[in-house]
C-alpha cells in the first residue's frame, strides 16, 4: 500500500516538474514576450530562440533537458521500487508535462530537449543515435522539426536493434518510454511534418525575429 501511495506521489511530482514550461516563464520576464502569442505559440526552445533571440533559446534548452534529466538520475539513484520499468514511466511523465502542462492549459512544447534528457540514463547508446541524426539533418537542411523527427525515429529504431541483437546491455524495458515518448514528439510535430510537405517550413535562424 506504502509503494503504491509513494508510486502515485512521484508519478504526480514528475508530471509537474515536467509542466513547469521554462520558455513562457523567461520569455515573459526576460524580454515581454507571451511566446504563446507569437510564432508558432509554441513554449519550447526553438520558438523562443526565433522570438526572444539566441541566448534566452539556449538558455531554455539546457533548462528543459534538466527539469528531466536531474530528477531521473537522483530516482535511478534511489532505486525505490523493485518492480521493472518504473523508471522508464517516470521519465515519460516528464514528457508528457512539457507537453501538455497543467500551468497552461495543456499547452506546452514539443517535448524534444526534454525527451533526450532522460534517454541519455535509461539508455545512452540510443540517446546518441538520436543526437546525431538530429545535428546532421539540421546541418543539411536547418529545419528543426525535421531534426528532431528524425531523431526520434532513429532512437526508436536503434533502441530495437540493440535489443535484437543483445548490444549494450539493451532491456526492452525502455520500450515503455521511447515508444509513447516518440509517439508523443511526432504527433506535436503534425503541422511541422505537413509544411515540410508543401516545402514552407521555417529553417533555423540565430536572427531575432
Known amino acids: 500500500m506504502i509503494n503504491i501511495i509513494l508510486f502515485i506521489f512521484i508519478s504526480l511530482v514528475c508530471y509537474l516538474i515536467g509542466s513547469i514550461s521554462f520558455g513562457r516563464i523567461l520569455s515573459k520576464f526576460m524580454t515581454g514576450v507571451d511566446i504563446t502569442k507569437v510564432g508558432s505559440g509554441n513554449t519550447g526552445a526553438t520558438n523562443v530562440l526565433r522570438n526572444s533571440g539566441p541566448k534566452l533559446g539556449f538558455t531554455v534548452l539546457i ?7 536531474m530528477p531521473v538520475i537522483i530516482l535511478n539513484l534511489l532505486n525505490l521500487f523493485e518492480t521493472q520499468g518504473t523508471i522508464q514511466f517516470f521519465a515519460l511523465l516528464f514528457v508528457v508535462g512539457h507537453c501538455y502542462p497543467i500551468y497552461n492549459k495543456f499547452k506546452g512544447g514539443k517535448g524534444v530537449a526534454t525527451g533526450i534528457g532522460p534517454l541519455v540514463i535509461i539508455f545512452f547508446p540510443s540517446s546518441m543515435a538520436a543526437l546525431i541524426v538530429f545535428i546532421i539533418a539540421i546541418l543539411f537542411t536547418r529545419y528543426v522539426s525535421l531534426g528532431s523527427i528524425l531523431g526520434c ?3 526508436f ?4 536493434l540493440f535489443n535484437l541483437f543483445n548490444l549494450f546491455d539493451a532491456s526492452y524495458y525502455d520500450l515503455i518510454y521511447i515508444i509513447p515518448a516518440v509517439s508523443i514528439i511526432i504527433y506535436k510535430h503534425k503541422e511541422n511534418i505537413l509544411r515540410l510537405m508543401d516545402n514552407n517550413e521555417n529553417k533555423l535562424s540565430f536572427k531575432k525575429i
Open 63 to 69: 533548462l528543459d533537458m534538466l527539469k528531466s534529466i
Open 153 to 155: 525515429i532513429f532512437a
Open 157 to 160: 529504431i536503434s533502441m530495437v
